[in-house]
């Protein structure tokens, strides 16, 4: 059963970059089947997608954070990252991962359980 | 930045049948493109609940069921149970942003 699992600092100073890993387990990142995301939600507040990546490296992101996130992938380890630079408060959220189907770039499933990262000096 | 509408709220005694609605416009579902639905149970992390506008992944309940017609998706949940108040968000991919959107979210209340 494929498992997903977020990681990294819990607190981010603004300006700063904010830098997560999200771990696979039971299965391979290095499939050609899926892409993989990350999709955020700030505390009380709705979904909003950060971005995707497929295994080659090959990205594409939400047009509002595209000036700040970088997506990459670790096939070696079954990881890929999220850097977003130049965090403000605005940037605050609980960020999860997840996989989606090559043939269905936006049917995230499953997701990780979420990590909380908060902006504050 | 959410292209897709939901109400905010809906709700309903146990037993009975809500629906939620999802607008969209012609660059989203308009356009021809799927419509996923989730739950998010309070506390966790959301959940696929409807695939491609229709289908049910294994271990949902018959209950769920989704729809889509030309700029606009639903969800409905008959037989309403206690353990189905949560959040529920629609989602799909939207050109004019060349990724994923989600919907604004729905809160189900059972009363």
């Known amino acids: 059963q494929l498992q997903l699992q977020e990681s990294g600092p819990g607190l981010v100073k603004p300006s700063e970059t904010l830098s997560l890993t999200c771990t696979v387990s039971g299965g391979s990142l290095s499939s050609s089947n899926y892409y993989w995301g990350w999709i955020r939600q700030p505390p009380g507040k709705g979904l909003e997608w950060i971005g995707s990546i497929y295994y080659s490296g090959s990205t594409y992101y939400n047009p509002f954070l595209k000036s700040r996130v970088t997506i990459s992938v670790d096939t070696s380890k079954n990881q890929f990252s999220l850097n977003l630079s130049s965090v403000t408060a605005a940037d605050t959220a609980v960020y999860y991962c997840?996989?989606?189907?090559?043939?269905?770039?936006?049917?995230?499933?499953?997701w990780g359980q979420g990590t909380l990262v908060t902006v504050s000096s | 930045q959410s292209v897709l509408t939901q109400p905010p709220s809906v709700s309903g005694a146990p037993g009975q049948r809500v629906t939620i609605s999802c607008t969209g416009g012609?660059?989203?579902?308009?356009?021809?493109?799927?419509v996923h639905w989730y739950q998010q149970l309070p506390g966790t992390a959301p959940k696929l609940l409807i695939y491609g506008n229709i289908n049910r992944p294994s271990g949902v309940p018959d209950r769920f069921s989704g729809s889509k017609s030309v700029t606009s998706a639903s969800l409905a949940i008959t037989g309403l149970q206690a353990e189905d108040e949560a959040d529920y968000y629609c989602q799909s991919y939207d050109t004019s942003l060349s990724g994923s959107v989600f919907g604004t979210g729905t809160k189900v209340t059972v009363l």
């Open positions: 012609s660059s989203n579902i308009g356009a021809g493109y799927d």
């Open positions: 997840a996989r989606a189907p090559r043939y269905s770039r936006t049917r995230f499933d499953p």
